[in-house]
């Protein structure tokens, strides 16, 4: 049986994988432009994301949730740290959190296009 609720790819996650990703991506654009001083947001979102991984039946969105966690932990940790690294290596750990993040969100508008607002709304 081939499943595609979501709009996505046939199997690729049920409507229910898809209804968790929208209630994250609705957390993920609330999140823009809060205070992310000392990570625990992001840290805390990690952890949900994380969650909902273990909860969706679907092996793509699970491993596109998990990578997604996997960038939040790592921003959290770089914000929560003051790094004596130098420049060069704290802004590579920055982009490769943030294409686990950014990268990862375009994965699962892939995935489940209408879990996100059309780019018009």
Known sequence: MIISSCGGEPGSATATDCEIVAELSEEFRAMDGRDQTGGDINARFAEK???????????????????????????????RTHSSSPVA?????????????????DQLRSTCPNAWPSASG
């Not at 969650?51 to 940790?77: C, I, K, M, N, P």
């Not at 290596?89 to 969100?105: F, H, P």
């Open 89 to 105: 290596d704290e802004r590579a750990q920055l982009m490769e959190a943030g294409e686990a993040i950014y990268g990862t969100a």
């Open 49 to 79: 994301v994380r969650a909902a991984a273990h909860s969706v039946s679907g092996a793509q969105v699970r491993d596109e949730l998990t990578t997604w966690a996997e960038g939040f932990s790592t921003l959290s940790q770089i914000q």
